[in-house]
C-alpha cells in the first residue's frame, strides 16, 4: 500500500466506517456521477487497494462497466480530506471483500437487503491533501449567499429543484461535493461545501483559489450528503465567474432509500 500507507492520516480516515467517501464515476459519454459510498475500505492484501460494497449504486455500477476511470474523495468530520484518481477492476461474488463488506455495521441491519457484490479500485495517485477551518466554511458559504442575493448567479432555465432538494442544499452543515471529467478522461471530485440554491433551477458556490474548477459549459455533477444520512444528486452546466461558480440544474436524483438513484426532476 505504498500510495495509502505513505499519506499522513489517510488509511485512518479510510478505515472509518462513518467517514464520508465520495466515488465518481463517468459514462461513456462523459456525464459524470457522484454518490457517497461510505463501505469503502482499504484492503489489508492488495497494494493500493480500496474495496466497496455494490448497496444501492445502480448508475455507479453502469458506469464502472462502461467507464473504469474513478475519482474519490475522503473527508472527515473535522474536515481533512483527500483527492484519489483511481481504476475500477472488479467485482467479487464471494470472498473476504465480500464477508467483511457484509458484517460491518453499516450492512449488518439494514433494512433493505445486503450486498450483491464488493468492487475493488486500485488507487493510481493522491491528487491533492486539505484541510478546511470551521471558519473558512462559514466564511465562503455567507460569500456564496451575498453572491446569490445579488443575482451573480441565475436560475433561469434550468430544472426545479424539489423542495426537499433545495432545503437540504441550503444547508451549511452538510458535506457537499462537485464532480466533472478532466482533461485526462478520469472524473475529478472536490469539496463545494459553500453551494447553495438560486431560486430552485441553480446553485451557487464560492471558488476560491484552493481547489481547481471545471470548465466554463462543462458537464457536473453534485452531491449532498447530510448528518441524517439523507443524500441527493444534481446534474448540470457549470458557468464560472472570477470569485463564484453555478450549475444550472438538468437532473435531479435521490441518493437513498425508499427511491436510491430515482429521478426526481
Known amino acids: 500500500m505504498a500510495l495509502l500507507q505513505e499519506t499522513p492520516g489517510l488509511l485512518e480516515a479510510l478505515r472509518g466506517e462513518m467517514t464520508p467517501k465520495f466515488l465518481a464515476t463517468r459514462s461513456t459519454e462523459g456525464v459524470p456521477n457522484v454518490v457517497p459510498v461510505i463501505s469503502m475500505l482499504p484492503a489489508d492484501d492488495q497494494p493500493d487497494a480500496l474495496f466497496f460494497g455494490n448497496f444501492l449504486l445502480r448508475k455507479s455500477i453502469k458506469n464502472l462497466q462502461e467507464d473504469r476511470r474513478v475519482g474519490i474523495l475522503v473527508i472527515t468530520p473535522d474536515l481533512q480530506g483527500w483527492i484519489l484518481k483511481g481504476d475500477f477492476l472488479e467485482f467479487q461474488r464471494t470472498g473476504p471483500y465480500?464477508?467483511?463488506?457484509?458484517?460491518?455495521?453499516?450492512?449488518?441491519?439494514?433494512?433493505?437487503?445486503?450486498?450483491?457484490?464488493?468492487?475493488?479500485?486500485?488507487?493510481?495517485?493522491?491528487?491533492?491533501?486539505?484541510?478546511?477551518?470551521?471558519?473558512?466554511?462559514?466564511?465562503?458559504?455567507?460569500?456564496?449567499?451575498?453572491?446569490?442575493?445579488?443575482?451573480?448567479?441565475?436560475?433561469?432555465?434550468?430544472?426545479?429543484?424539489?423542495?426537499?432538494?433545495?432545503?437540504?442544499?441550503?444547508?451549511?452543515?452538510?458535506?457537499?461535493?462537485?464532480?466533472w471529467v478532466g482533461r485526462d478522461g478520469y472524473p475529478v471530485v472536490i469539496p463545494a461545501l459553500s453551494l447553495q440554491p438560486v431560486k430552485a433551477e441553480s446553485l451557487v458556490c464560492w471558488k476560491g483559489t484552493r481547489f481547481p474548477e471545471p470548465q466554463h459549459g462543462a458537464q457536473v455533477a453534485s452531491n449532498i450528503l447530510t448528518f441524517e444520512a439523507i443524500s441527493y444528486q444534481v446534474k448540470g452546466r457549470w458557468a464560472g465567474t472570477r470569485n463564484t461558480g453555478s450549475i444550472q440544474i438538468q437532473e435531479v436524483?435521490?441518493?437513498?432509500?425508499?427511491?436510491?438513484?430515482?429521478?426526481?426532476?
Open 253 to 265: 436524483y435521490a441518493g437513498g432509500p425508499p427511491l436510491p438513484g430515482g429521478r426526481l426532476a
Open 98 to 179: 465480500v464477508d467483511r463488506q457484509m458484517s460491518s455495521s453499516l450492512l449488518r441491519y439494514n433494512a433493505y437487503t445486503g450486498i450483491r457484490n464488493a468492487g475493488i479500485i486500485r488507487v493510481r495517485s493522491v491528487e491533492d491533501v486539505f484541510r478546511i477551518s470551521k471558519l473558512q466554511v462559514a466564511k465562503d458559504y455567507m460569500l456564496a449567499r451575498l453572491a446569490a442575493l445579488s443575482g451573480a448567479a441565475t436560475g433561469d432555465g434550468g430544472v426545479a429543484m424539489p423542495m426537499p432538494v433545495r432545503q437540504e442544499f441550503a444547508k451549511m452543515a452538510a458535506v457537499k461535493v462537485l464532480t
